[in-house]
């Protein structure tokens, strides 16, 4: 069972609007970790956030900002004025390991299009 | 900073042929994972080595084998290439222990097999 849900297949924004891409998990460990990883159109996977399951702060980093909310299981990630370089298919990711953050159950990944 | 090497960056094989993906972890990361990940989809994990040792595997055909040698660095073996082989596989390194790191990637390598 797909244990990462990311619900939105594609998102089109304009340029400078904000968009919002939901993550929704399910796991029975009580610690475990969450990631977004970014694949631009070059194919590579760039490392974004981790968040512990023990901390619930949400962390803003520039324009992008994170909503981790146990109560729902969401890992919620926006990105505030979006540019076009921001244009990329993004992945949450679910790691149940505690001593290796390697071994990652993805979601389906959601494609981000900014129009100038 | 030292990024995760991945070699070649592209390949193209035929049907039933061998292929060896390379990848050369960052500097005193200790773990390794392989991931494959075909058009459109999200990548899956196949298989990790942890100070050369096997630690995990995934969904990793009997086909396909890997192991991590002395210098940490770690390749994948595929043999019989099938059509549905055709993906791009990711390396990802990490560091284990009191000072876990999270997984960063290579750049991948495209293998096609026609």
């Known amino acids: 069972a797909q244990k990462v849900t990311q619900a939105q297949t594609e998102i089109s924004v304009v340029e400078k609007e904000d968009v919002t891409l939901d993550c929704v998990y399910e796991?029975?460990?009580?610690?475990?970790?969450l990631f977004w990883y970014k694949q631009p159109p070059s194919g590579e996977l760039v490392f974004l956030i981790r968040r512990n399951s023990f901390d619930e702060q949400n962390e803003i980093s520039g324009r992008y900002s994170w909503n981790f909310q146990k109560s729902t299981s969401s890992f919620n990630f926006t990105i505030t004025a979006s540019q076009v370089v921001d244009s990329a298919v993004y992945f949450c990711?679910?790691?149940?390991?505690?001593?290796?953050?390697?071994?990652?159950?993805f979601g389906a990944g959601t494609q981000v299009v900014v129009t100038p | 900073a030292a990024g995760v090497i991945q070699s070649p960056r592209h390949l193209i094989k035929e049907k039933r042929e061998t292929a060896t993906l390379k990848c050369y972890p960052i500097p005193r990361h200790d773990t390794v994972y392989w991931y494959q990940q075909g058009p459109g989809q999200d990548p899956q994990f196949l298989i990790s080595f942890y100070e050369k040792m096997q630690s995990d595997k995934g969904s990793i055909p009997d086909r396909f084998s890997a192991q991590q040698f002395s210098d940490y660095h770690s390749e994948l073996n595929m043999s019989s290439l099938e059509l549905g082989d055709s993906a791009l596989y990711f390396c990802a390194s990490s560091k284990q222990g009191g000072l876990n790191t999270e997984a960063f990637f290579g750049q991948g390598t495209r293998l096609t097999v026609v």
């Open positions: 796991t029975r460990d009580t610690t475990y970790y």
């Open positions: 990711a679910l790691s149940e390991e505690t001593d290796s953050w390697g071994k990652l159950q």
